[in-house]
């Protein structure tokens, strides 16, 4: 059974940068699509950005399109999810998840993290 960790929020500056962890157990990460996740204060859950399993394409979502920046570190069994550039409106819990194909609708993954918050504040 595929389980997922998440690590790395805090508090960020706007601005400024962060990195989350996402490191798998049970299953290699490397056989799933892996996706980050969202969810702000008072909003849905939305997605963020994927990484293929296939060929190792990624998607981002247009808010984070040319900030965020998603990679894998197989040595660790981990998907990385670099944020540059942060925004207020990036405040929010971040979860990443596994399934079987790159999707931006929750129900396509059944694996997810606990979560993991992301603050930006000045």
């Known amino acids: 059974q595929l389980q997922l960790v998440e690590s790395g929020g805090g508090l960020g500056q706007p601005g400024g940068s962060l990195r989350l962890s996402c490191v798998g157990s049970?299953?290699?990460?490397?056989?799933?699509?892996i996706s980050w996740f969202r969810k702000a204060p008072g909003k849905e859950r939305e997605w963020v950005s994927c990484i293929s399993s296939a060929d190792g394409s990624t998607y981002y979502a247009e808010s984070v399109k040319g900030r965020f920046t998603i990679s894998r570190d197989n040595a660790e069994n981990a998907v990385i999810l670099r944020m540059d550039s942060l925004l207020r409106e990036d405040t929010a819990v971040y979860y990443c998840?596994?399934?079987?194909?790159?999707?931006?609708?929750?129900?396509?993954?059944?694996?997810w993290g606990q979560g993991t918050q992301v603050t930006v504040s000045a």
């Open positions: 998840a596994a399934g079987a194909k790159c999707a931006w609708f929750e129900e396509s993954y059944p694996y």
């Open positions: 049970g299953a290699t990460l490397e056989d799933y699509p």
